[in-house]
């Protein structure tokens, strides 16, 4: 790949598309992408695209075997609430079966949605007293969403259904100009098996069924593949997409990107490093433990804030929850509640800021 040969890295995302198959229902996705996006460019909305929840790399081409990651799309799922809160139509690009906008109160739980049940006097089914009122309201807000047709679920499952609908879905947001908000939330692969190391049928363990992987040709091996008893998994690294994002495919957007690390001591580094390479406008970094806590906001004007709510034990230090966050009570307020609306305000800004030359 480009990096690794010292050449530029741009060079290999067209290359990228040209070699990775273009996923079966991509213009199906994209036709209703096109037809929300009309809808809203024509009421002069602001529409978000916020993606959300884990890629998966498969191993196989009739997938059997993947990799995949933590990401349970929380924080995507949440924010593109508050999005529609603040007025904007969301497209929610999500990892499949991931949390969704309202239905995540009730799913992924520790509760079944049956606990949130009851019959009443007549043998009817219906809500449980305690969980009404908060019922009541998120789906007053949902009708809201699907009344005025705000949100569109787009679902993908692995990288490079990703990478396609990303591609797609910001070429057809160009002609929303700076009303246009990407807010990448998705965890997305570093690596990846491309097509034209990827073998067809279920990698086989047993030494008995191996077969030889280049048959002589001099193919670079399968990107997984077995040696004896042990499986090897060689993967390329996934094209910097967030370049041609802020370079070619939505150049009069806002971008804001996240940034996930563990150790406490790289995220402000890392995160202004993400903006310096790709020069967009926003990077918000968290910290996998932490991350329904606190967050780092670093921006083109070199400011950088964090963003916290309380804790269930305000006690703690900051340094202390890094140590100890796997005892931390959920937090009382959504942290979404406070980075969307920051989100929102910079948007305006740079709304008025496009207006005014
Ligand atoms: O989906 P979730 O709420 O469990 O986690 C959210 C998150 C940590 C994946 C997100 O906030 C994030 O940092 N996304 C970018 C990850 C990265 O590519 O660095």
Redesign the pocket.
């Known amino acids: 790949m480009a990096q690794q040969n010292g050449t530029s890295e741009q060079s290999t995302e067209p290359d990228y598309f040209q070699t990775n198959p273009k996923p079966p229902n991509l213009d199906r996705q994209i036709t209703s992408a096109r037809s929300f996006i009309e809808q809203h460019a024509s009421q002069d909305r602001r529409v978000a695209l916020v993606t ?3 890629t998966t790399v498969p191993l196989e081409n009739q997938t059997v075997r993947f990799i995949d990651n ?7 799922a ?1 924010s593109a609430e508050y999005f529609l809160e603040a007025g904007y139509a969301v497209i929610f690009l999500h990892r499949q079966f ?2 969704l906008p309202y239905s995540r109160h009730y799913s992924h739980s520790t509760n079944c949605f049956l606990d949130f049940m009851t019959h009443n006097d007549a043998g009817a089914v219906v809500v449980e007293s305690e969980y009404q009122q908060q019922m009541a309201q998120v789906l007053s807000r949902y009708r809201k969403a699907k009344q005025e047709n705000t949100l569109l679920l787009l679902p993908f499952t692995t990288v490079n259904e990703y990478l396609w609908l990303l591609r797609g879905l910001a070429m057809q947001m160009q002609p929303l100009g700076a009303n246009g908000l990407f807010y ?5 692969s570093d690596f990846f098996v491309p097509a034209e190391r990827m073998v067809e049928h279920k990698i086989q363990s047993s030494e008995d069924f191996q077969e030889d992987l280049t048959n002589g040709s001099g193919a670079r091996a399968p990107a997984a593949h077995m040696d004896g008893k042990r499986l090897v998994i060689d993967l390329d690294p996934v094209p910097k997409f967030l370049k041609m994002l802020v370079d070619g495919w939505a150049p009069r957007s806002m971008i804001v ?5 563990t150790d406490p001591s790289l995220l402000a580094r890392k995160a202004r490093y993400a903006l310096e390479k790709y020069s967009h406008h926003l990077v ?1 970094g ?1 910290l ?1 433990n932490t ?1 329904k806590w606190e967050v780092l906001f670093v921006s083109a004007d070199g400011g950088e804030r964090w963003i916290r709510v309380p804790a269930g034990r305000r006690s703690h230090s900051v340094t202390q929850w890094h140590q100890d966050s796997a005892h931390l009570e959920e937090p009382t307020i959504e942290i979404e509640s406070w980075i969307v609306p920051e989100v929102a305000k910079e948007h305006t800004k740079m709304i008025e800021k496009t207006l005014s030359k």
């Open positions: 959300s929840g884990g933590f990401s349970a799309g929380t924080r995507g949440t991931s949390l990448l939330a998705a965890a997305v990107s996240f940034k996930l690390e918000i968290n996998l991350r």
